[in-house]
T-cell receptor, first 113, second 112 residues
Framework: EAQVTQNPRYLITVTGKKLTVTCSQNMNHEYMSWYRQDPGLGLRQIYYSMNVEVTDKGDVPEGYKVSRKEKRNFPLILESPSPNQTSLYFC????????????FGPGTRLTVT | TQLLEQSPQFLSIQEGENLTVYCNSSSVFSSLQWYRQEPGEGPVLLVTVVTGGEVKKLKRLTFQFGDARKDSSLHITAAQPGDTGLYLCAGERMNRDDKIIFGKGTRLHILP
């Protein structure tokens, strides 16, 4: 089954404790992206990657890191999480020629206290 | 600055009625997508429109891309409770920076 998977689905952590949210897709998609979704602000792109070893900042990259060492995986790293990073996070992937046609993962609800 | 403005923000109507929601921008988009999102889940792609003036139909849903590729609309005929959800428009701007912009969405509730 074609899908995007994220782990964990729920995470509660404390300020400053490094964490990684994993994302994996099995569709051989070139384009992968991370978003955060907040009430009243909608979905905002954090980082995206056009292919292996190619990553670029989205609209809200501060406080986040990503890597793309393999085509299927695109982890999101929070080196020192802060409460304002409490949010619902989505990973998505798409074919390189149609980056807007995205398949989304189920989401990771992160709470930073 | 919100590059994609969706209206209305909220809409609650009776089953069987028709409705239209809008997605507007001052920017030109190379393509525009509509998604539906249900609580606790990721958005699901409904359609992509690419050509100015394009109309696409998906059963009772009709999507239109504006001639200038700056706006789009979604029309639902004879709404059903299963249509309830958050409808999001998203687009890739013509500057080809590969960033994707999302509107804030229209939350639709169909009353049985």
């Amino acid at each position: 089954e074609a899908q995007v998977t994220q782990n964990p689905r729920y995470l509660i952590t404390v300020t400053g404790k490094k964490l990684t949210v994993t994302c994996s897709q099995n569709m051989n998609h070139e384009y992968m992206s991370w978003y955060r979704q907040d009430p009243g602000l909608g979905l905002r792109q954090i980082y995206y990657s056009m292919n292996v070893e190619v990553t670029d900042k989205g609209d809200v990259p501060e406080g986040y890191k990503v890597s793309r060492k393999e085509k299927r995986n695109f982890p999101l790293i929070l080196e020192s999480p802060s409460p304002n990073q409490t949010s619902l996070y989505f990973c998505a992937s798409s074919l390189g020629l149609a980056v807007g046609e995205q398949y989304f993962g189920p989401g990771t609800r992160l709470t930073v206290t | 600055t919100q590059l994609l403005e969706q209206s209305p923000q909220f809409l609650s109507i009776q089953e069987g009625e028709n409705l239209t929601v809008y997605c507007n921008s001052s920017s030109v988009f190379s393509s525009l997508q509509w998604y539906r999102q249900e609580p606790g889940e990721g958005p699901v792609l409904l359609v992509t429109v690419v050509t100015g003036g394009e109309v696409k139909k998906l059963k009772r849903l009709t999507f239109q891309f504006g001639d200038a590729r700056k706006d789009s609309s979604l029309h639902i005929t004879a709404a059903q409770p299963g249509d309830t959800g958050l409808y999001l428009c998203a687009g890739e701007r013509m500057n080809r920076d590969d960033k994707i912009i999302f509107g804030k969405g229209t939350r639709l509730h169909i009353l049985p």
